[in-house]
């Protein structure tokens, strides 16, 4: 059974760095994780579920939510089937759960997140 399984959320104090992490397993990622495009979503409390970074399979196109960009990176390792999410310069609009995403044509997997919480 394929499963998409986030860690690294936690609390942190405005100004603060978190580095997530999005492990693939099963067999759909067996061999073939490096032709899925990743990315990571959030929702904050209250709010719809928002883009938040993208990577292509390559690893070469990267995307990030404007309110992101400059301050968060989205990488991936295929040999290890993982994809992470470096967060710096944290703010308290940061607040959400992160949910990790593969996609590949009209196959879409989603992980159940992990929640970041950012103090002021």
């Known amino acids: 059974q394929e499963q998409l399984v986030e860690s690294g959320g936690g609390l942190v104090q405005a100004g603060g760095s978190l580095r997530l992490s999005c492990a693939a397993s099963?067999?759909?990622?067996?061999?073939?994780?490096?032709?899925?495009?990743m990315g990571w979503f959030r929702q904050a409390p209250g709010k719809e579920r928002e883009f938040t970074a993208a990577?292509?399979?390559?690893?070469?196109?990267?995307y990030y939510a404007d309110s992101v960009k400059g301050r968060f990176t989205i990488s991936r390792d295929n040999a290890k089937n993982t994809v992470y999410l470096q967060m710096n310069s944290l703010k308290p609009e940061d607040t959400a759960v992160y949910y990790c995403?593969?996609?590949?044509?009209?196959?879409?997997?989603w992980g159940k997140g992990t929640l970041v919480t950012v103090s002021s």
């Open positions: 995403n593969a996609v590949l044509f009209a196959v879409d997997y």
């Open positions: 099963g067999g759909a990622f067996r061999g073939a994780f490096n032709t899925y495009a």
């Open positions: 990577i292509s399979w390559s690893g070469v196109g990267t």
